[in-house]
């Protein structure tokens, strides 16, 4: 079946650094959306992006579409606390229903005060 | 406005029992979807409909999950008879076209 491949994992950084994750498969996306979840919470909306190349910020966020349609990426620049969470990125197939939506495991982050 | 609207947050229930989890997805979406989020399986796509109608329940466990949406404004997901393997957490999202925009969720617990 359809996978994204999510890294890194899980990440644990001091307060004030910067943040990279990024989601890769081998097939082509249409769309890619960036959720953040916290705990006893679903997951909230932080950035969708709907064409190759597209560099979207909200805050400190920031997230682009790769140019391959293949990949994404989520940046967070000066991490604080309430950064904490974990992020999932989520795909859809050019042609896909909205059914198809595909969620990548997830990066857990951690910071550090 | 409202986001989408789970109810109940928490149920704790014994193996055996019917369990009925509710939604209330955002007025205007036409496409609403069941997911289940385990530590083993991440989020998994059970069903989701447009404009009421059932599209893809190939995401249901097994006989003993149903789900319904009799209006646009309120769906339900059952499971009857429930056991402990259930135990999960259960999100409703809905959406108009992409992106999907999720409840809080159910935490199931079957005992």
């Known amino acids: 079946g359809q996978q994204l491949n999510q890294s890194p994992q899980s990440m644990f950084i001091q307060e004030g650094e910067d943040v990279s994750m990024n989601c890769t498969s081998s097939?082509?996306?249409?769309?890619w959306l960036w959720y953040k979840q916290e705990p006893g919470e679903g997951p909230v909306l932080l950035i969708a992006?709907?064409?190759?190349?597209e560099l979207t910020s909200n805050g400190r966020l920031t997230a682009q579409f790769g140019i391959t349609r293949k990949d994404s990426f989520l940046n967070i620049s000066a991490s604080i606390p309430s950064d904490v969470g974990i992020y999932f990125c989520?795909?859809?197939?050019?042609?896909?229903?909205?059914?198809?939506?595909?969620f990548g495991k997830g990066t857990k982050l951690s910071v550090k005060p | 406005d409202a986001g989408v609207i789970q109810s109940p947050r928490h149920e704790v229930t014994e193996m055996g029992q019917e369990v009925t989890l509710r939604c209330k997805p955002i007025?205007?979406?036409?496409?609403l979807f069941w997911y289940r989020q385990t530590m083993m399986r991440g989020l998994e796509l059970l069903i989701y409909?447009?404009?009421?109608?059932?599209?893809?329940d190939s995401g249901m466990p097994e006989d003993r999950f149903s789900a319904k949406m009799p209006n646009a404004s309120f769906s339900t997901l059952k499971i009857q008879p429930s056991e402990p393997r259930d135990s999960a957490v259960y999100f409703c999202?809905?959406?108009?076209?992409?992106?999907?925009?999720f409840g809080p969720g159910t935490r199931l617990l079957v005992l």
């Open positions: 999202a809905s959406s108009q076209e992409t992106p999907q925009y």
């Open positions: 097939s082509i996306f249409n769309t």
């Open positions: 992006l709907y064409k190759a190349g």
């Open positions: 989520a795909g859809l197939k050019t042609g896909g229903s909205q059914g198809n939506l595909i």
């Open positions: 007025s205007g979406h036409n496409s």
């Open positions: 409909f447009n404009n009421n109608v059932p599209i893809d």
